[in-house]
């Protein structure tokens, strides 16, 4: 049926190829675009090009950036000798949503993942070793994903950190605030107990 409309058809399979959009939703957000103003859908495309010409990732962290460096990266109130690593910069978002945090970041692009093919290599460690050897950093907080992947990060990234000598703590987890100790997972529950702390 798509196939008579081909620059319809088209729009759909570049959308398909967005990160969480599968044939279906890509087809209702065509239909969508179909039905608003010339004026809306240029706004869009406008918007679209603007942020692939204007937008990369700053030299320093890898975080998104419109200049060489970030606005975190550049702003003196920030604590120059605490240093985050997130996995990605929507990562770094989350953290910076919740004001509980103001020293600076890196951002690694991803997670170790042998069976993906993903090493040290494919992702910013070696930009992430430099700023050790030419920043003073006192602690490295390890906010990578707690999946496999993100706690096999953790635990690389925690061994070279600590061969340099810095303190590394890591996010906590456990059981969210307002949750029924029945309802939790077993997962949950033992990494909530292992990481009991005193009151």
Avoid: W
Wanted: hydrophobic residues 40%; glycine residues 8%; proline residues 4%.
């Amino acid at each position: 049926m798509l196939g008579s409309l081909p620059s319809f058809a088209r729009l759909v399979a570049e959308l398909s190829k967005l990160p969480g959009i599968g044939s279906k939703t890509a087809a209702r957000l065509a239909f969508h675009l179909l039905r608003t103003s010339q004026r809306d859908v240029e706004a869009l495309a406008a918007a679209l090009l603007e942020m692939k010409s204007k937008v990369g990732f700053c030299s320093r962290c890898f975080h998104v950036a419109e200049a060489e460096t970030c606005q975190i990266c550049n702003d003196p109130a920030r604590d120059s000798r605490r240093l985050c690593i997130v996995q990605e910069p929507q990562d770094l978002l989350a953290i910076e949503r919740s004001h509980a945090y103001r020293g600076l970041y890196h951002v690694l692009h991803g997670a170790l993942s042998p069976l993906d093919g993903i090493g040290p290599e494919d992702l910013k460690i070696s930009q992430l070793l430099q700023r050790l050897e030419t920043e003073q950093i006192d602690e490295i907080l390890l906010a990578t994903n707690f999946t496999v992947e993100g706690e096999a990060t953790a635990l690389y990234l925690a061994k070279l950190c600590k061969e340099k000598g810095l303190r590394v703590t890591r996010l906590a987890h456990g059981i969210p605030s307002g949750s029924d100790l029945e309802y939790i997972d077993a997962g949950t529950v033992q990494q909530a107990v292992a990481g009991r702390r005193e009151l």
